[in-house]
Nanobody, 126 residues
Framework: QVQLVESGGGSVQPGGVLTLSCAIS????????VAWFRQVSGKEREFVAV????????YGSESFRDRFTISGDSAGSTVYLQLAFMKPEDTAVYYC???????????????????WGQGTQVTVSS
């Protein structure tokens, strides 16, 4: 069974950069699709980015596409999410989720992901 562990969260000033990591055990990005979501207390989990089956990245909004970058390491055991030009509204708990790569369900729906990490807190404030 695949397990995910997020790290790299913390506090950063507006305009700053932070890189989150999602370490994968029990599988790699060649067998699992891995996505990043974020959640603010009291709100639903929001889709941020995914590395799709074809190897291309997809982002949840134009703002995410312009400021965030999802990537994987050469071993396929870690997926990164670089957050740049950060804004206070980026404050949230960031989660990585995974599902078998054979799934053709929507990439943006959290319910289509079977495995989740514990999350890492990101706080953007001056």
């Amino acid at each position: 069974q695949v397990q995910l562990v997020e790290s790299g969260g913390g506090s950063v000033q507006p305009g700053g950069v932070l890189t989150l990591s999602c370490a994968i055990s029990g599988g790699t990005i060649s067998t699992y699709t891995v996505a990043w979501f974020r959640q603010v207390s009291g709100k639903e989990r929001e889709f941020v980015a995914v590395m799709k089956r074809n190897g291309l990245a997809s982002y949840g909004s134009e703002s995410f596409r312009d400021r965030f970058t999802i990537s994987g390491d050469s071993a396929g055991s870690t997926v990164y999410l670089q957050l740049a030009f950060m804004k206070p509204e980026d404050t949230a708990v960031y989660y990585c989720g995974a599902r078998e790569i054979s799934s053709t369900a929507s990439y943006t729906a959290q319910k289509t992901y079977d495995y989740w990490g514990q999350g890492t807190q990101v706080t953007v404030s001056s």
